[in-house]
């Protein structure tokens, strides 16, 4: 019988490069679907900031931890090899949480199937997590036109979504990113108004210059040194998402949050927020973010990795920022 690989995570992160050392790589013989189930062989998979908590050993959050020695976690998209389920036929393409491995049998529960036409990148660069969790991100922020915007990571997957529908809709946006390339390609590309190179700029200074008005709605992605001075420009009755916080995930010393006196001051409101909360919603979001996409309004870039096993080390462009656009392993 054919085999197939799949990769178990064995250790925690431990403050060093993602890599190797942390998986074990294992072949299987393929099985058969049987009844009501799909065997679905997986062709592209989504690497997100998000692995690297699903990683950790932390049993308060949204999500449990992967355990040690299954699958890693992760989302994907394959094609439908062998059905004995009726709502699922051969040559389907659906998409799913599916995790590091070449095949996956399913009672098809958490499987959507792709609406035809749309290709593999395009499925997972916009209308799987990352378009859903700005789309419900952007909810949550209730932006008017005429506001002001910043997303940090704005350059992500998710950043350029939430930055392209707050154009759409008329606000000023303004996008924090880690190089001159990713700030160019989000100003003269994506239309930003804006762009702050965290490593490189007077962060408050360059602030101060492109968000003369203050800053109405912030959608935090990263964290880190110029989330401070974000905070500082919030209006009064500003609003801000926080998504993630890549830049203290594995820090040892968290940098400290803002003193709270300003919250009270100018009626700030700050929510925390993960897609797990929202699956139900997934239809109704897909509603609100179809029609950016219809009318051309979202553009989007992928970074392809070839190879299952290249997930391994992969997840540390997270961190160096090497990743330009949507993080996808082909299978």
């Known amino acids: 019988m054919t085999q197939y690989t799949e990769i178990n995570l064995t250790k925690r992160p431990d403050g060093n490069p993602i890599g190797p050392h942390m998986f074990e790589v294992v072949k299987k013989d393929i099985p058969t679907a049987g009844p009501g189930q799909i065997l679905i062989k997986q062709t592209h998979m989504s690497l997100d900031p998000a692995m690297l908590g699903w990683m950790s050993p932390d049993t308060e959050s949204y999500i449990p931890p992967v355990e040690l020695g299954t699958v890693m976690r992760s989302s994907g998209l394959g094609e439908v090899v062998e059905s004995n389920h009726p709502d699922f036929n051969v040559g389907d393409k ?13 009672s098809g529960q958490g499987f959507n199937k792709v609406q035809a036409g749309v290709d593999a990148e395009t499925a997972l660069s916009v209308f799987a997590l990352p378009g859903l969790t700005a ?28 930055g392209q529908m707050a154009k759409a809709d008329g606000l000023r946006v303004i996008g924090v990113v880690g190089d001159d390339e990713k700030a160019d390609w989000i100003v003269n590309e994506l239309g930003f108004d804006g762009a702050i190179n965290y490593k490189t700029d007077d962060l408050a200074e360059k602030l101060a210059e492109l968000t003369p008005n203050g800053i109405d709605v912030f959608f935090e992605n990263t964290g880190g040194p110029i989330q401070q001075h974000i905070f500082n420009r ?41 897609m797990p909360d929202h699956f139900g919603e997934v239809p109704a979001l897909l509603g609100k973010l179809a029609p950016y996409v219809m009318q051309g309004k979202i553009k989007y870039r992928t970074h392809i990795l070839d190879g299952l096993e290249s997930a391994m080390t992969g997840l540390n462009l997270f961190f160096t920022g090497g990743n330009k656009g949507k993080l996808i392993v082909k299978l």
């Not at 998409?95 to 049998?105: D, K, R, S, V």
């Not at 998402?241 to 968290?254: F, L």
Request: charged share 15%; aromatic share 6%; proline share 6%.
């Open 94 to 106: 659906v998409m799913g949480m599916t995790g590091w491995t070449e095949y996956i049998l399913s």
């Open 135 to 162: 789309t419900q991100g952007m909810k949550l922020l209730e932006p008017k036109a005429g506001e002001t915007l910043i997303v940090t990571g704005a350059a992500g997957s998710v950043g350029s979504i939430v």
């Open 234 to 274: 919030m209006n009064t009755h500003g609003r801000i998402v926080v998504c993630g916080m890549i830049a203290d995930y594995t820090a040892a010393n968290p940098a400290p949050g803002p003193n709270w006196i300003p919250l009270i001051k100018k009626r700030i409101r700050i929510q925390g927020f993960a």
